[in-house]
C-alpha cells in the first residue's frame, strides 16, 4: 500500500500578512499640531503600513493591505478581509494619543484574549511580544509593554493578530520623529521582523 503523503510545509510564499492602517477617509483618528500644521493619524499609518509592507515583500513574503489610498472603512472590513484571505497573520497599525499630557510617550502593542489560541501555531501574544521586541530595537523608545484589549479588528480575526500603537501624536519629539521617513522606516523593519519571526512558526489550519 502507498504510505500517506506528508504535506509538506508551507512556505513564506503561501502565508499571506494583512497589514491594516487604523483609520481613514472621514475618521482622521487623532490629530496632532507639528510646526502650526494639523497631522492626521490615518495618514502616519498609511505610510508606516507601505514601508511593512515593502520590508516584508521584499523578504519575499505575501501581504495584502486593508487600504493604500485614505478611504473609510467599518471596523468589521479589516478582520473579515484576512478571514476571507486565509492569512497567516494580521497587524493594525495605529498613532496613540492623550488628551493634556505631552509628556506620554513610548510604543505598546495589544492583543485580545478572545483570539490567542495557538491552532496557527503561534498565538497573538507570541506576534504582540515578537513585534514589540524588534519594534523598540530599531525605535529605541520607551517600552509601554504588551497589553490586552477586546478590539474590534483583532478579535475578529482567526488568525494571530495584534494592533500596535507606535508612539503619541500628542507628543511633539515623537511626533516629528513618526513624520520623517527614516523613522518609519526604523519602525517598519521592527515591525517586518517581529512578523517574520512569528510567521516562520505558522501553519494555516
Do not use: W
Request: hydrophobic share 35%; charged share 30%.
Amino acid at each position: 500500500t502507498a504510505k500517506p503523503t506528508q504535506r509538506p510545509a508551507a512556505s513564506k510564499e503561501d502565508k499571506l500578512i494583512v497589514i491594516d492602517s487604523g483609520h481613514g477617509g472621514k475618521d482622521s483618528g487623532a490629530v496632532g499640531m507639528l510646526d502650526g500644521k494639523q497631522i492626521y493619524e490615518k495618514d502616519l499609518t498609511l505610510s508606516i503600513a507601505k514601508k511593512v509592507r515593502e520590508v516584508l515583500e521584499k523578504n519575499g513574503y505575501k501581504t495584502d493591505m486593508t487600504r493604500t489610498d485614505d478611504r473609510f472603512l467599518e471596523l468589521t472590513e479589516p478582520p473579515a478581509q484576512a478571514n476571507e484571505e486565509n492569512a497567516a497573520a494580521f497587524v493594525s497599525i495605529h498613532i496613540n494619543s492623550v488628551d493634556e499630557a505631552p509628556e506620554a510617550s513610548g510604543t505598546e502593542v495589544y492583543y485580545s484574549v478572545l483570539n490567542n489560541g495557538d491552532s496557527y501555531g503561534a498565538t497573538s501574544e507570541e506576534l504582540a511580544e515578537n513585534v514589540l521586541t524588534r519594534m523598540l530595537y530599531y525605535m529605541r523608545s520607551k517600552n509601554r509593554g504588551i497589553k490586552t484589549a477586546d478590539h474590534a479588528v483583532t478579535k475578529r480575526c482567526k488568525m494571530p493578530a495584534i494592533l500596535i500603537e507606535v508612539g503619541f501624536i500628542t507628543n511633539e519629539d515623537e511626533l516629528r520623529n513618526m513624520c520623517s521617513d527614516e523613522y518609519q522606516y526604523k519602525v517598519a523593519q521592527g515591525i517586518a521582523e517581529g512578523i517574520m519571526n512569528t510567521v516562520k512558526d505558522i501553519t494555516i489550519p
